[in-house]
């Protein structure tokens, strides 16, 4: 059974950082490709980061050169490191696992984590 869990999220001052964690289980993190996701309150799902099984990554253009998207095969785990936190970042946040190792067939999600930066 796969599961994900988020870890991480917070309340800072914009400027601020946190880095975000997704630690899987059942789940091989480095054979897959896996995203973070983000939904604030009235609003859809959007991608903010994506990783290839291969290791390329693609940004939405709000946070390009804020955020950075890693895994460590090691611990298992997927991270997003937020940097430069913006008020208009806050949202929750999803860590996302691709079911197949190609893009398109849907996403296996975590719980989200909170995440909220003021101004």
């Known amino acids: 059974q796969v599961q994900l869990v988020e870890a991480g999220g917070g309340s800072v001052q914009a400027g601020g950082s946190l880095r975000l964690s997704c630690a899987a289980s059942?789940?091989?993190?480095?054979?897959?490709?896996m995203g973070w996701f983000r939904q604030a309150p009235g609003k859809e799902r959007d991608e903010v980061a994506f990783?290839?099984?291969?290791?390329?990554?693609r940004y939405a253009d709000s946070v390009k050169g804020r955020f950075t998207i890693s895994k460590d095969a090691a611990k298992n785990t997927l991270y997003l490191q937020m940097n430069s936190l913006k008020p208009e970042d806050t949202a929750m946040y999803y860590c996302?696992?691709?079911?197949?190792?190609?893009?398109?067939?849907?996403?296996?999600w975590g719980q989200g984590t909170q995440v909220a930066a003021s101004s």
């Open positions: 990783i290839g099984s291969y290791g390329s990554t």
């Open positions: 059942g789940y091989t993190v480095s054979s897959y490709c």
């Open positions: 996302g696992g691709c079911r197949y190792t190609y893009e398109g067939g849907g996403y296996y």
